[in-house]
């Protein structure tokens, strides 16, 4: 029986099972548990940001919504979409996984979305490098109304943190040769 890895949502414990494989892990059970490990805490470190920084979960979020969003995928990679300026949002995405398929990170001075962000579904850009993410697993928006400038620092300073945590999470996956 696994520790770890039952304690991940059913619907999501295949999409753990893959980025086992796609790290070129195979299908070791010790491999996968190290890895679900890692995504637990990634989980719990996601959970404790949006909460110590006044923030609110939400099940989807509107395209028209001017606002800025942070997201976490599946994956355990990070997305932070700017507040929408003069018809454009800044995206920030971190993968801070073990994934060899996608890149480490991307910032895309100017894209949109195109569409609403759903929980348990990609998030698709209209324009830019990245087209979409893989499914989306927490939602998080600023409760405070703030500027958008104000809103991109705050938004900036959470992802930093959150990106340094999750290396710091992964650094729980050391595989020796």
């Given at each position: 029986?696994?520790?770890?890895?039952?304690?991940?949502?059913?619907?999501?414990?295949?999409?753990?099972?893959?980025?086992?494989?796609?790290?070129?892990?195979?299908?070791?059970?010790?491999?996968?548990?190290?890895?679900?490990?890692?995504?637990?805490?990634?989980?719990?470190?996601?959970?404790?940001?949006?909460?110590?920084?006044?923030?609110?979960?939400?099940?989807?979020?509107?395209?028209?919504?001017?606002?800025?969003?942070?997201?976490?995928?599946?994956?355990?990679?990070?997305?932070?979409?700017?507040?929408?300026?003069?018809?454009?949002?800044?995206?920030?995405?971190?993968?801070?996984?073990?994934?060899?398929?996608?890149?480490?990170?991307?910032?895309?001075?100017?894209?949109?979305?195109?569409?609403?962000?759903?929980?348990?579904?990609?998030?698709?850009?209209?324009?830019?490098?990245?087209?979409?993410?893989?499914?989306?697993?927490?939602?998080?928006?600023?409760?405070?109304?703030?500027?958008?400038?104000?809103?991109?620092?705050?938004?900036?300073?959470?992802?930093?943190?959150?990106?340094?945590?999750?290396?710091?999470?992964?650094?729980?996956i050391i595989f020796d040769d």
């Open positions: 029986m696994s520790e770890f890895f039952d304690q991940i949502p059913a619907h999501i414990q295949e999409h753990v099972r893959e980025l086992t494989k796609s790290a070129a892990l195979g299908d070791d059970e010790e491999y996968l548990e190290l890895i679900s490990e890692a995504w637990l805490e990634k989980k719990r470190i996601f959970e404790e940001q949006i909460e110590s920084n006044q923030m609110e979960e939400i099940e989807s979020f509107e395209q028209g919504d001017d606002r800025s969003v942070l997201a976490l995928t599946y994956s355990g990679s990070l997305i932070n979409i700017g507040p929408k300026v003069e018809g454009d949002r800044q995206l920030e995405y971190t993968s801070v996984g073990l994934r060899a398929d996608v890149p480490d990170a991307v910032t895309e001075p100017s894209t949109d979305l195109a569409g609403d962000i759903t929980l348990d579904q990609p998030v698709n850009f209209s324009h830019g490098r990245v087209k979409s993410t893989s499914a989306i697993f927490k939602i998080a928006v600023l409760a405070e109304e703030m500027e958008p400038e104000e809103q991109l620092v705050k938004m900036g300073e959470v992802t930093q943190i959150l990106v340094d945590e999750f290396v710091d999470a992964n650094k729980t």
